[in-house]
Antibody
Framework: EVQLVQSGAEVKKPGESLKISCKGS????????IGWVRQMPGKGLEWMGI????????RYSPSFQGQVTISADKSISTAYLQCSSLKASDTAMYYC???????????????WGQGTLVTVSS | SYEVTQPPSVSVSPGQTARITCSAD??????AYWYKQKPGQAPVLVIY???ERPSGIPERFSGSSSGTTVTLTISGVQAEDEADYYC??????????FGGGTKLTVL
């Protein structure tokens, strides 16, 4: 079974940039997709995007396209979520999760990381 | 933007059956998936491909589909089932979308 361990909580100031990580173990990292989900305080889940570390094929939600960058380094089984020019409204919990595929019945999140809390405040 | 619609809340007494619906235009052509999230915890997949149950998920959780609506059914609800439940599907461009979530309250 896959285990995902995310980097620790972050406190940032408006305008700063952020890069959080998600390290996979327990299975072949390049054989599944890794996605990112935002959950603002007291709100629902939002799909941000997903990457296939095997070939770096990346898809973004239109809501987050251009606002974030998803990347992966398969040599160290780690995916990343990068955000620049942070705003207070970026304060949220960010989850990574694995998916067996992207479409055709495989587009869902199977295993989740523990979440990374990001606080943006002056 | 594509909308996946769920009721904000559902209440049920212990031992009764809870039904949570999810509606979206593309559901006749796209699968739906369900996640359970308890406060302070990461979500957990409870149903995939409309009606399949992952290993480790109790049999009281089931899913069904009819037209533009899918339904998560929890039979014999227990106190531990109280949580937020999210439906997830995809639009015609395969962009994944979550529903707004349904808070299940066990009375």
């Amino acid at each position: 079974e896959v285990q995902l361990v995310q980097s620790g909580a972050e406190v940032k100031k408006p305008g700063e940039s952020l890069k959080i990580s998600c390290k996979g173990s327990g299975s072949t990292f390049s054989s599944y997709w890794i996605g990112w989900v935002r959950q603002m305080p007291g709100k629902g889940l939002e799909w941000m995007g997903i990457i296939y570390p095997g070939d770096s094929d990346t898809r973004y939600s239109p809501s987050f396209q251009g606002q974030v960058t998803i990347s992966a380094d398969k040599s160290i089984s780690t995916a990343y979520l990068q955000c620049s020019s942070l705003k207070a409204s970026d304060t949220a919990m960010y989850y990574c999760a694995t998916s067996p595929g992207y479409s055709y019945g495989y587009g869902y999140f199977q295993h989740w990381g523990q979440g990374t809390l990001v606080t943006v405040s002056s | 933007s594509y909308e996946v619609t769920q009721p904000p809340s559902v209440s049920v007494s212990p031992g009764q059956t809870a039904r949570i619906t999810c509606s979206a235009d593309a559901l006749p052509k796209k699968y739906a998936y369900w996640y359970k999230q308890k406060p302070g915890q990461a979500p957990v997949l409870v149903i995939y491909k409309d009606s399949e149950r992952p290993s480790g998920i109790p049999e009281r959780f089931s899913g069904s589909s009819s037209g533009t609506t899918v339904t998560l059914t929890i039979s014999g609800v227990q106190a531990e089932d109280e949580a937020d439940y999210y439906c997830q599907s995809a639009d015609s461009s395969d962009t994944w979308v979550f529903g707004g979530g349904t808070k299940l309250t066990v009375l």
